[in-house]
């Protein structure tokens, strides 16, 4: 019975997750989307997320960390949608890790990029990696590699278009480094807002839409 109640939960967290994702992809493609963007401490943000896996993550195995960097500046941002951008790296880093090894890492650290100061979040995994061919089309709405062992798994191809969305409307920068069977980091930088950048973001849904 303990079995099959954990069946039942895991399902409908993915089920719920991947309703969220949907919901929220079809607010942005509409321009409905809006950002409250506040001032965050991403440590504490980040802290929060991580902790609400932890208990999945022993269960089903996995080496974890987490590791916070030092003078980490204030940014400005969307509380729900920056930790709903790194729920979908979390969930997409346990999907696709097998075997013994399994490893999620976590490292948040002040960073300097294109000029300007902000916050570097780190999400890392020992999992099945990601072919070259791919890497320039995961971000795309719906994409899912040609892939065996990708599509073995379920899922819609929306996470990591979400991830973008949400980082590009922080006027960020998301990427990836990734070796076959050796593993993936996902990379999110989001930068110190201006005075200016808040008041437009906070004036103006953000879209995303391709006309």
Do not use: W
Not at 146 to 155: I, P, Q, S, T, Y
Not at 159 to 170: E, Q
Not at 173 to 197: C, H, M, N, W, Y
């Amino acid at each position: 019975r303990r079995e099959y109640y954990e069946i039942i939960t895991r399902e409908s967290s993915r089920l719920t997750h991947l309703i969220n994702n949907i919901l929220d992809f079809a607010r942005i493609d509409a321009g409905r989307k809006r950002y409250t963007m506040v001032e965050c401490d991403v440590a504490a943000l980040v802290t929060e997320t991580y902790e609400a896996y932890q208990l999945q993550l022993d269960h089903e195995k996995f080496e974890h960390q987490l590791i916070i960097g030092e003078d980490l500046p204030l940014i400005q941002c969307d509380r729900d949608a920056v930790a709903q951008a790194l729920i979908n790296l979390i969930n997409n880093a346990m999907k696709y890790s097998d075997g013994d090894d399994r490893f999620l890492g976590i490292d948040v650290s002040a960073e300097t990029r294109r000029g300007g100061h902000g916050v570097l979040i780190s999400v890392s995994d020992r999992g099945i990696g990601i072919k070259p061919e791919d890497r320039n089309h995961l971000f795309t709405d719906f994409y899912r590699a040609n892939d065996d062992l990708v599509r073995a798994r379920r899922g819609a191809g929306l996470g990591l278009a979400l991830v973008k969305h949400i980082v590009d409307a922080h006027h960020g920068i998301v990427d990836v480094e990734s070796r076959l069977v050796k593993g993936s980091t996902f990379r999110i930088f989001l930068p110190q807002a201006s005075a200016t950048t808040l008041m437009e973001n906070n004036d103006a849904s953000y879209s995303d839409r391709r006309g």
